[in-house]
Antibody, heavy 123, light 112 residues
Framework: QVQLMQSGPEVKKPGASVKVSCKAS????????ISWVRQAPGQGLEWMGW????????DYAQQVQGRVSMTMDTSTNTVFMELRSLRSDDTAVYYC????????????????WGQGTLVTVSS | DIVMTQTPLSLSVTPGQPASISCKSS???????????LYWFLQRPGQSPQLLIY???NRFAGVPDRFSGSGSQTHFTLKISRVEADDVGVYHC??????????FGQGTKLEI
């Protein structure tokens, strides 16, 4: 079955970086994009960006542009999201999800989500 | 970016009664291909969101027919014909046109 398995919780100090992984299984990795979505405590969902496993092309949301990088390892079907210069308002649950992507159109984006990774930024 | 606005932000419903959530977009979600890219998700407490409805009115696999979506252009509605205890959680609408970015509504918390 289709699964997206994320890495475990992280606690970081302000100014540090965090790298979260998302391992895909159960489907052809290159046929779906992977988006990252975060949810601050008690808040709504915020799309951060996506990566196309087919081309490696990425797009990032303006709110995190310059601090975020999304990469992948096609040998292990794993996508990574690195967020740098962490601030307290980056404290959130970070989700990966199957989605569209540059040159990838899907009928039902966000049909599968990872379990979420809590990133806490605190001094 | 397209702004998605949901109302109400919370509602309390008696089991067996209907519920309705509105979602409005700041721009039309109707694409030149004839499709309208509006989606609905349910996020149960402590869980990841799950897709309920895609392209306004298509129920995703396994979603009960108690859930229905409607609307066009900039005004959309999610209806639950008879609310059950399992329907508790936060409902999110999302637009998927003019990408990137995907943008979500603020979420509507449904309680029983």
């Amino acid at each position: 079955q289709v699964q997206l398995m994320q890495s475990g919780p992280e606690v970081k100090k302000p100014g540090a970086s965090v790298k979260v992984s998302c391992k895909a299984s159960g489907y052809n990795f290159i046929t779906f994009g992977i988006s990252w979505v975060r949810q601050a405590p008690g808040q709504g969902l915020e799309w951060m960006g996506w990566i196309s496993p087919y081309t490696g092309k990425t797009d990032y949301a303006q709110q995190v542009q310059g601090r975020v990088s999304m990469t992948m390892d096609t040998s292990t079907n794993t996508v990574f999201m690195e967020l740098r210069s962490l601030r307290s308002d980056d404290t959130a649950v970070y989700y990966c999800a199957r989605s569209g992507a540059p040159n990838i159109v899907v009928v039902a984006p966000f049909d599968k989500w990872g379990q979420g990774t809590l990133v806490t930024v605190s001094s | 970016d397209i702004v998605m606005t949901q109302t109400p932000l919370s509602l309390s419903v008696t089991p067996g009664q209907p519920a309705s959530i509105s979602c409005k977009s700041s721009q039309s979600l109707l694409s030149s291909d004839g499709k309208t890219y509006l989606y609905w998700f349910l996020q149960r407490p402590g869980q990841s969101p799950q897709l309920l409805i895609y392209e306004v009115s298509n129920r995703f696999a396994g979603v009960p027919d108690r859930f229905s979506g409607s609307g066009s252009q900039t005004h959309f509605t999610l209806k639950i014909s008879r609310v059950e205890a399992d329907d508790v959680g936060v409902y999110h609408c999302m637009q998927g046109i003019h990408l990137p970015p995907y943008t979500f509504g603020q979420g509507t918390k449904l309680e029983i």
